[in-house]
């Protein structure tokens, strides 16, 4: 798994926000089109693109981009 092609996949999630909003850093949780259905679309992604299922209270404390490949990374 690479960092660029899973910030790629997660900002594909989104349908407003531009790429270029999308970092490692990026608090994913204070964009204005953060919402539960694009957390869901996320939590679907991930499974099905990496293999891994996570569940709500598993991304809860997640605040950023790499936060969350790192925890996918670490169930691989």
């Known amino acids: 798994m690479e960092i ?10 989104f ?3 531009d790429i ?5 850093t990026t ?9 539960s259905l694009v957390a869901l679309a996320i939590l ?3 499974e099905k693109k990496y293999g891994v299922r996570l569940t ?3 991304m809860r404390p997640i605040d950023t981009i790499q936060e ?8 691989q």
């Open 4 to 13: 660029n092609s899973f910030i790629k996949n997660f900002a594909d999630q």
């Open 15 to 17: 349908d407003d926000t």
């Open 20 to 24: 270029s909003a999308f970092e490692t």
């Open 27 to 35: 608090r994913f949780r204070e964009l204005d089109e953060w919402s």
């Open 44 to 46: 679907n992604m991930i």
């Open 56 to 58: 709500p209270i598993e």
């Open 68 to 75: 969350l490949f790192d925890l996918i990374g670490s169930k």
